[in-house]
């Protein structure tokens, strides 16, 4: 059975940016996985940080459940996730233990460093997927078959320097949308802490409108989520897209995208 693995760095990511991807895999027939580099130690103001640390794993699981898909545990505290070797070794076990076909994870350029801390070793722990001289820990055996990297639209549509993010492609996810929002809704903890931390009136509806306007950069779809594949060298023989062979109609390439390639 082919496999996804989402890689994300705090427990509610995934759902504002690819869940409805990952769901629709998953009707498929793919084997889903997800983790959280972070445990969202610093999501709160009232509570101490292994309380809410606590409370959201437990929501991270249900939403994962939820979401049809295998939950990995996180592997450090908010703001606290780094480029090291010790990581990436986690990381990398992950990744092998889901023997990951696809991985999807944030975008390179993001607003804060836990997104972009995530996505680099979301990359070298699946570039180092078929290196068996790399330690993972635990010790998991390594595999060779391509894996396709997938990354998300940045949270607000831009880079951290106000630049406009376009996607490569957009996939359709109208279908999926309330399943999305029901897996969002499960993480409780962050409805007040991003109101009062970030300005963000309306969790779910926050979700709900990027989607809305991902579907209108579209022209095609109702609500959508935004991609770019990450090069191929080093991950697969040759340049594949497989959301685009599976997901069909449901899978529009921006043309201006790929000619400015």
Not at 89 to 104: G, N, P, Q, T
Not at 141 to 156: S, W
Not at 191 to 207: A, I
């Amino acid at each position: 059975m082919p496999s996804c693995l989402a890689i994300f760095a705090h427990p509610d990511d995934l759902e504002f940016v690819g869940a409805g991807t990952l769901l629709l895999l998953g009707e498929a027939g793919w084997d889903l996985h997800v983790t959280h580099l972070c445990n969202g130690n610093c999501g709160s103001i009232e509570r101490d940080a292994e309380t809410i640390a606590g409370i959201r794993l437990a929501e991270a699981k249900a939403a994962a459940r939820l979401l049809g898909a295998r939950h990995y545990p996180p592997i450090a505290n908010d703001l606290e996730l780094a480029y090291t070797t010790p990581m990436l070794r986690r990381v990398a076990s992950i990744v092998r233990e889901a023997s990951a076909d696809i991985v999807l994870t944030h975008a390179p350029s993001d607003y804060m460093e836990d997104h972009m801390m995530a996505c680099r070793l979301a990359v070298s722990a699946a570039f180092a997927r078929g290196a068996p001289n790399f330690e993972t820990d635990p010790p998991r055996a390594g595999y060779t078959h391509d894996v396709t990297i997938y990354h998300a639209m940045p949270h607000g549509l831009r880079d951290p320097l106000r630049k406009r993010v376009v996607a490569e492609a957009y996939v359709d996810t109208t279908s999926v949308q309330e399943r999305k929002a029901e897996a969002l809704a499960l993480h409780r903890s962050q409805r007040e802490w991003l109101d009062v931390s970030q300005g963000m009136d309306s969790y779910v509806e926050s979700m709900h409108e990027m989607a809305r306007e991902v579907g209108r950069m579209s022209g095609s779809f109702a609500y959508a989520e935004g991609w770019r594949r990450h090069l191929h060298l080093g991950f697969s023989a040759r340049e594949i897209d497989p959301l685009r062979t599976i997901l069909g109609e449901r899978y529009r390439i921006n043309p201006a995208y790929e000619a400015a390639l």
